[in-house]
């Protein structure tokens, strides 16, 4: 049996996270596997509830836990809270960094009934199937950082500070993972200007002797935001710090149709983290128009990492593949033919096609 943490959050999040346990549900019934789900607070509905954005118990839920499963966090209603407060900073950012989640894989990866959602040229879409490996407790996001009056108005920074070790442990684990792709890597970084770039260039350079059966690309941040909706089949696998790495997922995003097709997994601590990439989207929040396939493959993420359920993941993920050659979409995945449905339907629609799959190939 598997313990699972499952933080809803705010936005889309409660109206996501239930159709992945729709769907885990499908799983555990076809595959003979217990899960066992408790549900807690973070985010915004946790300052609303219970006064902090990552309360104790919910902290101390996850520990307990083999994995944890999470919708999204923020929001406009808490976006003026000072840092310690609100729910990016106060509980997002310290529960990757408790939990030791070094690690975030985000999958670009172009369902081919897809190809037409993406505002990009099928040409230039078509192919793509990359994984930004981004380190995730580092750089910027965690630096030393201050806001403070001056004379004459006031100053504030935010430093990029990474350490060999930090740098070490994250392209090690790209480099395995590229081992078992399409073994090329490309190290992003901005060398020509920073300095923690230029050491993490030569750590890099230094490790890749190591594994000389994977290719090595150096690319420069900028380019490679150019490169990826230029020619995205260039890439493999992307090994960056934490804040290119969240700026460059956000743009691959583009190249599979919607941010609501990435998923993601947190890894390098003994529990982790499975989230979709994209944000808590309150523009559509409660109107069922999200899409909830990124968590849904979050979850097979899950199936794959933490529990070793390869065959159960690749099962979801064909389910997601057969639901849409059939032509369904939410909203932003819809191209002109294809069948607009809300969030749980498409909930429904990936869990009965993983029974009928499932069943079929069982019999
Ligand atoms: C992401 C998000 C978060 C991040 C925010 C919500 C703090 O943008 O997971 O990409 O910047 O890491
Ligand atoms: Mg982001």
């Given at each position: 049996m598997y313990k699972i943490a499952v933080l809803p959050g705010d936005g889309i999040g409660p109206e996501i996270v239930p159709e992945a346990i729709k769907v885990l549900e499908a799983v555990s019934r076809l595959y003979d596997i217990e899960f066992q789900y408790t549900e807690a607070l973070i985010g915004g509905a946790a300052i609303d509830k219970?006064?902090?954005?990552?309360p104790p118990e919910t902290l101390e839920l996850c520990y307990q836990s083999d994995a944890v499963l999470l919708g999204s966090v923020g929001g406009p209603k808490w976006d003026t809270l000072p840092a310690e407060k609100r729910p990016e900073t106060a509980a997002l950012l310290p529960l990757r960094k408790k939990l030791g989640l070094y690690a975030n894989l985000r999958p670009a990866y172009l369902?081919?009934?897809?190809?037409?959602?993406?505002?990009?040229?099928k040409e230039v879409v078509s192919g793509t199937d990359l994984l930004i490996v981004r380190e995730l407790t580092g750089g910027l996001y965690f630096g030393e950082k201050k806001r403070e009056k001056t004379v004459t108005g006031e100053v504030a920074y935010d430093t990029m500070v990474y350490t060999t070790e930090e740098i070490e442990r994250i392209v090690r684990l790209a480099f395995t993972i590229a081992r078992q792709r399409r073994r090329h890597l490309t190290s992003v970084d901005k060398a020509n200007v920073l300095t923690s770039s230029r050491l993490w260039r030569d750590t890099v350079e230094r490790l890749k002797n190591e594994y000389p059966d994977v290719t090595v690309t150096h690319m420069y941040v900028d380019n490679c935001a150019m490169q990826l909706v230029r020619r995205?089949?260039?890439?493999d696998v992307i090994v960056t710090e934490n804040t290119f790495g969240d700026i460059l997922s956000d743009q691959a995003s583009v190249l599979t149709?919607?941010?609501?097709?990435i998923p993601s997994a947190s890894i390098g601590g003994r529990v982790a983290l499975y989230e979709?990439?994209?944000?808590?989207?309150?523009?559509?929040?409660?109107?069922?128009?999200?899409?909830?396939l990124a968590m849904i493959l979050s979850a097979a993420m899950m199936l794959k990492?933490?529990?070793?359920?390869d065959q159960a993941a690749a099962a979801v993920e064909s389910a997601v593949d057969r639901v849409l050659a059939e032509g369904y979409r939410t909203q932003d995945i819809y191209s002109p033919g294809t069948k607009v449905v809300g969030t749980a339907a498409m909930g429904d629609l990936v869990r009965q096609e993983l029974e009928r799959e499932t069943r079929w190939k069982k019999s």
């Open positions: 219970r006064g902090q954005a990552l369902f081919a009934p897809l190809a037409e959602a993406s505002p990009l040229k995205p089949d260039q890439f149709g919607s941010l609501g097709m979709p990439a994209g944000g808590s989207a309150p523009d559509i929040a409660g109107q069922q128009k999200a899409n909830p990492y933490s529990f070793k359920l």
